[in-house]
């Protein structure tokens, strides 16, 4: 097999069996069209949840599935082999989840988890603005202790289905300048105060909106506040680092997608006579493709790997994002390649596709800035 499970538990193997026949049914009918008309639908995320896909690395105590993140990629992958939008959807919900399981209170994880992890509740995770992107820390949104609450003030920008979302994680000010200024609080839908600004028209990744969100006088409870103040950059980051390792899942399950796809093609298409395949400069192509896919998968499970077992991570995590990221975007490419004038079309997915991993090289920290983590952790004192 070209696409085996050779280190997956058993455990591991169930839940992408089960992820992989539910995308297959339930995603890939509606996929190019919600993809084409920008349409979210809530129900998938609600039947993924049933199955117990989202949430899959919390604790059952907490309503998931009690598993680790080596499950978790395995089921990302393939529903992102069906649609990236809706593989990051279940990441994003998984974002405030892995934040309050770890860092929030006993009351915060008893009134939020519970409802992402089931698949009732959308998550959002509320950090980037304007002028901070990869310098996160600059944000200037502002929060203002006014007796029991704070006071949000704001704008921000590119926000995961926050049009969709139920609980969001968001970063503001309430020191001076830089990280240490920084905290981080939960959001519900429905406080005055929270609006949508502008839905961003995109390159791909339709189905998934991306918003920007107007905060206008916010009165959030001082209950919460995740951690202490101050504590908002360390609390954004570690979310990052466990949101790396599904978006370098997401990247495997588009790019295998597009070798498959390629792969079907080259087979049947013939020119001069034979099938493209036998043709060294295709056929080599693809084997390069599947060779990179394996290498940066082998990456994206050490990664789940190191997290399931408490170790640190984060360097790991940032490879996989890298790895995997860039070789779904050369895997795409090629795959599009490999279809000729048919891959320029959207007959057929790999188009799709490609427009999708080039989103996976920006999000959850651009490529550089994971070039930059894993280049410190070279520096010698
Ligand atoms: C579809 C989509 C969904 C998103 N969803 C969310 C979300 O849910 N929540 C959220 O908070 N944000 C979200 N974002 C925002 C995303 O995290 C940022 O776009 C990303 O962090 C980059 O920030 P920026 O766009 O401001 O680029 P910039 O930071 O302005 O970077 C521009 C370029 O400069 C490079 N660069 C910057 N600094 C350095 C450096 N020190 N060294 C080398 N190169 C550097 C970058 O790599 C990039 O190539 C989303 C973005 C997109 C496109």
């Known amino acids: 097999m070209i696409f085996d499970t050779t280190f997956e538990t058993e455990a591991q193997i169930e839940i992408r069996t089960l ?3 539910f995308a297959q049914e339930r995603i890939r009918p509606i ?3 919600d ?5 979210f639908r809530r129900d998938i995320i609600r039947e993924l949840g049933n199955l117990g896909l989202t949430g899959i690395p919390v604790s059952e105590a907490l309503g998931g599935a009690g598993l680790g993140y080596q499950e978790y990629i395995g089921a ?4 992102a082999a069906e649609s990236g939008a809706y593989a990051v959807s279940v990441a994003v919900t998984g974002l405030p989840q892995v934040i309050l399981e770890k860092q929030g209170n006993e009351a915060q994880k008893q009134k939020y988890i519970p409802k992402l992890a089931s698949g009732e509740g959308i998550g959002s995770f ?3 603005e304007a002028g901070s992107g990869s310098d996160a820390a600059s944000l200037r949104t502002t929060a203002v202790r006014d007796g029991n609450h704070y006071v949000l003030n704001g704008t921000k920008l590119w926000i995961t289905q926050a049009d969709e979302a139920d609980v969001f994680i968001a970063m503001a000010r309430t020191g001076g300048p830089g990280a240490k200024g920084v905290s981080a609080f939960i959001l519900e839908k429905g406080m005055s105060g929270i609006l949508m600004g502008k839905r961003e028209k995109k ?4 189905i998934s909106h991306t918003m920007e969100v107007l905060l206008e006088n916010v009165r959030v409870p001082v209950e919460n506040r995740i951690a202490e103040e101050g504590d908002g950059m360390k609390v954004a980051f570690a979310a990052l680092d466990s949101g790396r390792i599904t978006i370098a899942a997401t990247a495997l399950g588009i790019a295998r997608s597009a070798i498959e796809c390629a792969s079907r093609h080259a087979n049947l298409r013939e020119q001069f006579g034979k099938p493209i395949l036998e043709f060294q400069g295709v056929g080599f192509m ?7 896919y394996h290498s940066a998968k082998l990456v994206v499970q050490k990664a789940a790997f190191l997290k399931d077992q408490g170790l640190p991570f984060s360097i790991q995590a940032a490879q996989a994002k890298v ?9 795409t490419t090629d795959a599009v390649q490999i279809l000729g004038g048919s891959g320029y079309t959207r007959e057929f997915p790999v188009e799709r596709l490609m427009r999708e991993a080039k989103m996976l090289q920006i999000v959850e920290g651009t490529n550089q800035i994971q070039r930059l983590v894993i280049s410190r952790a070279l520096k010698q004192d």
Not at 35 to 39: A, P
Not at 323 to 331: C, E, F, I, R, S
């Open 35 to 39: 993809e084409e008309t920008g349409t």
């Open 126 to 128: 509320v950090l980037s």
């Open 203 to 206: 390159m791909g990744m339709n």
């Open 19 to 21: 992820a992989r026949k």
């Open 31 to 33: 996929v190019e069209h």
């Open 76 to 79: 990302i992958e393939e529903i």
């Open 323 to 331: 790895l995997a990221t860039d070789m779904a975007m050369k895997v």
């Open 286 to 292: 693809l084997a390069d493709m599947l060779n990179e």
